[in-house]
């Protein structure tokens, strides 16, 4: 009998631990649905440089700044492997802005433009590649 409490107990546990992740994760992708993405892609070559720190500390906070109000949140990751075994980074380094209006965030960064350029050769020798995309879910 005890057996079988512990069993039971065991089954409705997982069950609502199961749920709580779900739902979690449900809550997540939904609060970013129809949020726009700049993402910055930084492409790792041989004898490429990447000053992460600077990037983290300088750059990205200043463009946050120049962005406002219309900036949801900012991410930054670093390149750690490929996806492919044995095969080299593709990036070295992406951050990514989540903003609600895109003509705001071209408003907001179009006067800044060259401050921004100007700020990159502080902290990489890489010519971003940068993608505008909409979060689906």
């Known amino acids: 009998m005890k057996l079988r409490v512990v069993i039971s107990t065991a089954f409705i546990l997982a069950f609502f631990v199961s749920f709580a992740q779900e739902n979690n994760h449900q809550r997540t992708a939904s609060s970013e649905k129809g949020l726009l993405k700049i993402t910055v892609m930084y492409p790792f070559s041989e004898g490429k440089t990447f000053d992460m720190t600077y990037y983290e500390t300088k750059h990205m906070p200043m463009v946050a ?16 492997a490929s996806g492919i075994p044995n095969q080299p980074l593709s ?46 879910r």
Not at 65 to 80: F, M, P, S
Not at 102 to 107: A, I
Not at 110 to 134: C, F, G, M, Q, W
Request: hydrophobic fraction near 40%; charged fraction near 20%.
């Open 91 to 136: 990036y070295m380094a992406i951050g990514t802005f989540y903003v609600r209006n895109l003509q705001e965030y071209q408003s907001a960064i179009a006067p800044h433009r060259e401050t921004i350029r100007t700020d990159i050769t502080k902290y990489t020798n890489v010519a971003p590649v940068i993608l505008i995309s909409e979060v689906v």
């Open 65 to 80: 700044d120049i962005i406002g109000a219309n900036l949801v949140k900012y991410t930054i990751e670093k390149g750690l």
